[in-house]
């Protein structure tokens, strides 16, 4: 397939580098003036105002995961040394050793300095203020494959092996509800508005639940999506809500993306449009904030900017092999990505775009 031509340019290249090994993982901090990044050989890097700083060279054992807390005070990592090592700023403050278990998922809470992280079938959640750990969850019935917590920080979701796992933090002791999936829960993600919990799934599909359900004494009703070309790879919500007062939530598979979005009436579910560009495995999805512009990056070169998440509006090239990561600025006036080689790239809105209808 060839490159379609598109005349219009919302984003233009601000900033190119490149690693030493594949991007793995990449996140702006909260107020947007860090990027940070990390790679398969282990490095672990902050991009501000076009320079680069190196916190942590590569050793060999790659650096899976990245995060920054809710205020931008912490950044924390976790690879396949075990450890989740935690800077302020440019100081290594804590390093928390789990060895041999590797660390591949982490997030912050949105609320408190609470970072929770996998740890083969568990997760910990350490507290920054104090340094110390506050609970050690046990998913029990496969390795952790999801992390995800709730807009008000209330819950914490766990995904892997038939389902995912729900706590309640002001209780860790009470028993996690349980939202059972036959299959194998591979991506999960709250809606922004926390009403929306969605899981990807090994069998080709997606479920979708209210959160009111989850503290409700009602059996839920989740909404069932199937049909897809391959497992669910990515899950992502928009800030923003439609008519219907719902936001969309995409998702991909393979090389293709569906869009679905609810509609007025329950038992009508939630219909979907499918957007079908890339020629190769889409490696990630974002919507920006406060818009409905999706952005895709994929093995195959190609980041394709979706208007409306409906229509590609631009697409943006540069690395030698594929993209792996992307990341909308905090104001989505910046677009980060990662690539299979090492490269790192931060696009800026133009002064067209800005005028653009993303919405």
Known sequence: ????????????????????????????????????????????????????????????????????????????????????????????????????????????????????????????????????????????????????????????????????????????????????????????????????LASGNMDRSITVVESQMLSSDAEAQPWLMQGFPGKIRQIAWSELATQQGAPLVACSSVDGIVVWEKQADDSLGWEATVLTNHVDIIQAIAFAPKSFLLASAAADGWICLWKKAKEVSQILTGVSSGFSTLAWHPQGNQLAAGGENGELFVWSKTKRGQGFGNK
């Not at 790659?62 to 912490?74: H, I, T, W, Y």
């Not at 660390?103 to 609470?114: G, R």
């Not at 892997?160 to 991506?187: C, F, R």
Request: hydrophobic share 40%; charged share 20%; with cysteine.
């Open 1 to 196: 397939m060839n490159r379609p031509t598109l005349n219009s340019k919302q984003f233009e290249q601000q900033y190119s580098g490149t690693l030493s090994d594949y991007v793995t993982a990449i996140a702006w901090s909260p107020k947007g003036t860090t990027l940070a990044a990390t790679s398969a050989a282990g490095e672990v890097v902050l991009w501000q105002d076009g320079d680069l700083t190196t916190l942590q060279t590569g050793k060999g054992e790659s650096v899976n995961c990245v995060g920054f807390s809710r205020d931008g005070q912490f950044l924390a990592v976790g690879g396949q040394d075990g450890k989740v090592k935690i800077w302020r700023e440019s100081e290594l403050i804590a390093t928390l050793e789990n060895s041999p278990a590797w660390v591949d998922k982490l997030a912050w809470s949105p609320t408190d300095n609470h970072l929770a992280f996998s740890l083969g079938r568990y997760v910990q959640v350490w507290n920054a203020d104090t340094r110390e750990i506050v609970v050690t969850l046990n998913f029990d019935a496969s390795s952790v494959l999801g992390i995800d917590w709730r807009d008000d920080g209330e819950y914490l979701a766990i995904g892997g092996y038939l389902g995912v796992k729900i706590w309640d933090s002001q209780n860790w002791d009470e028993d996690p509800y349980i939202l059972d999936i036959p299959s194998v829960s591979v991506a999960i993600a709250w809606s922004p508005d926390g009403k929306y």
